[in-house]
């Protein structure tokens, strides 16, 4: 199986602040990665996939990078409406597992 | 506008079976995949199993393998997810996705809230 592991697990940010999110895989699994954002209550949502197209409608202050095992996911300058719970998930295989996710918090 | 609407919250007690739907509207339903994804209170995400609604091929989890099974009905746009024997760690949010040709889940449904307790 590939494990994949997000760091840190929980972060505190202020608006306008520059977030990285880091997702590490057990193996190579190319560029076969996948951002999401949920928020309490509600169904994830799609922000990148293939590990740096953003999805339409997502705005531009996300952006992903890496290949291999290394993932990032980066939110230029953090809005109010960004507060959220973060997920990556690989689709290099059938299983398509997700990481523990990222709860990003107002400091 | 792409939309896949699932069925209501359910109650039930372990052991009994279940069904819940997820009807897609808005798109060509039988181009694109749906994957069934639970969500465990206060958990994260964990990938149940795929189906192709133009043939009822599935691919499950083999964590979740034998344990439900997943259907669909092409002529309402609709594919199911069906336990026989429902237990206390059922007890979970379910969503249907639709997935793209890069394996990304790009529409959600709603979410269907299911409580097993006696």
């Known amino acids: 199986d590939i494990q994949m592991t997000q760091s840190p697990s929980s972060l505190s940010a202020s608006i306008r602040d520059r977030v990285t999110i880091s997702c590490r895989a057990s193996?190579?699994?190319?560029?076969?990665l996948n951002w999401y954002q949920q928020k309490l209550g509600k169904a994830p949502k799609l922000l990148i996939y293939?590990?740096?197209t953003l999805h339409f409608g997502v705005p531009s202050r996300f952006s992903g990078s890496g290949s291999g095992t290394d993932f990032n996911l980066t939110i230029s300058s953090l809005q109010r409406d960004d507060f959220a719970t973060y997920y990556c998930?690989?689709?290099?295989?059938?299983?398509?597992?997700f990481g523990q996710g990222t709860k990003v918090e107002i400091k | 506008e792409v939309q896949l609407v699932q069925s209501g919250a359910e109650v039930k007690k372990p052991g009994e079976s279940l069904r819940i739907s997820c009807k897609g509207s808005?798109?060509?339903?039988?181009?694109?995949?749906i994957n069934w994804v639970r969500q465990m209170p206060g958990k994260g995400l964990e990938r149940m199993g795929t189906?192709?609604?133009?043939?009822?091929?599935?691919n499950y989890n083999p964590s979740f393998q034998g344990h439900v099974t997943m259907s669909v009905d092409k002529s309402i746009n609709t594919v199911y997810l069906h336990w026989s024997g429902l237990k206390a760690s059922d007890t979970a949010i379910y969503y249907c996705?639709?997935?793209?040709?890069?394996?990304?889940?790009?529409?959600w449904g709603q979410g269907t809230l299911v409580t097993v307790s006696s």
């Open positions: 996705a639709r997935v793209l040709p890069a394996a990304a889940n790009d529409y």
């Open positions: 808005g798109y060509s339903f039988l181009s694109y995949w």
């Open positions: 189906i192709d609604p133009t043939d009822s091929y599935t």
């Open positions: 193996q190579s699994i190319s560029t076969s």
């Open positions: 293939a590990a740096s």
């Open positions: 998930q690989q689709s290099y295989n059938t299983l398509w597992t």
